[in-house]
């Protein structure tokens, strides 16, 4: 079997991907910070390291890959936003949790091993804490509980940052009781208004980057074999989850660190004021999940990718002919060498996109199908695939009796007859198709 290659950021080069135990393969992706909905440059890493699970599974068996992805739902931003409706942060971090989980599944993502929680593991952060200060890499003061970064050799490694790039990174956090300007923040104190845990150092709450650390250690070990997330995590996010665990357990913490590139819109930038902001939650309503999924893996991951409302409709029409050439075929009962090879090189799904392309131009259907629904494809009918979005203006009953009018008006050669119907039917959103197997129906482009 060729073997898998994976870029790694750590080594910026790519390595050949060595489980450190298959039969325990082990991977861990930043999740969301549940506070509104997910946009659609969250949902790149996503699609993107759902195609690296499902490959791993396909290799070493379901069983023995277990897929760590979080949710944190304790954080300033939850809290602005509870505070700004009213409300406890419960309702907002269970309204958008649900909604991300959701959006991702009809992404065609599937569901990771484990979801973990940030709330849901305060003693295990509390312990990394103590164990940070009692090894001399973290100190108290004022409330707070810093990581000394002076006290790790090796800290910068990740990210390749000399000290005035990790300097600058950590003056977000400035505060007099810093021993050295580049320490960042493990514990911070909650006022009597803020949510907060009782902890050695008095009523508080975690820093951001704590969690992530606690959480892999406790569902997946000290080491794991793969990490992933947005390039923007490497600094400060990815460094502080080393600097946090591989001093806590004075061992390696990630063999393989993954990250996706920047995804921008219609060539810019996302932002609300440019009017380019898409929540994956908004462009649900008048896409499918699959054409958003496709578009954002027509880019290598590494790649930056421009996502566009024309590159989800070119994808539509790229799946309607996959689903056209795969109806009524049954999916061959191994996937094609040649999508699996394209993402055994570091997930090249461009390259595996036009390995189903072939298989479609070839007419190979049964093939394209295995092909396809192992990327997260063809997951309906094609009936239902293409009659997906008709608004109920006119029941599917309806449109067969007018579909079988304008055959027998063909029959008859009534072809104005024939034209009228299939205007009306357009008129009302849907497109007729005639094929060798009869006429097939869809909502009209
Ligand atoms: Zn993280």
Redesign the pocket.
Known sequence: MTEVRLYNTLAREKQVFKPIDPLNVRM?V?GPTVYNYAHIGNARPVVVFDVLFRLLRHLYGTEHVKYAR?ITDIDDKIMAAADAEGVGIKAITRRYAEAYTANMASLGALTPSVTPKATEHLPEMIKMVQSLIEQGHAYEAEGHVMFNVPSMETYGALSKHGRDELIAGARVEIAPYKRDPADFVLWKPSTKNQVGWGSPWGRGRPGW?L??SCMIEKHLGETIDIHG?GQD?IFP??EN?IAQSECAHGKQFVKYWMHNGYLTVDGEKMSKSLGNFHTVDDLLKDHEGEALRLSLLTAHYRQPIDFSIESVNEQKRRLDRWYRITDNVEAASTVPETVVNALKDDINTPKAIAALDELAADETASELKAGAQFLGFITRSAAEWFQAGIAGDISPLAIDAMIDARNQARRERDFAESDRIRDELLGLGIALEDTPEGTLWRKAD
């Open positions: 861990y930043c979080n980057h969690e992530c997330g995590l996010h990815h989850e």
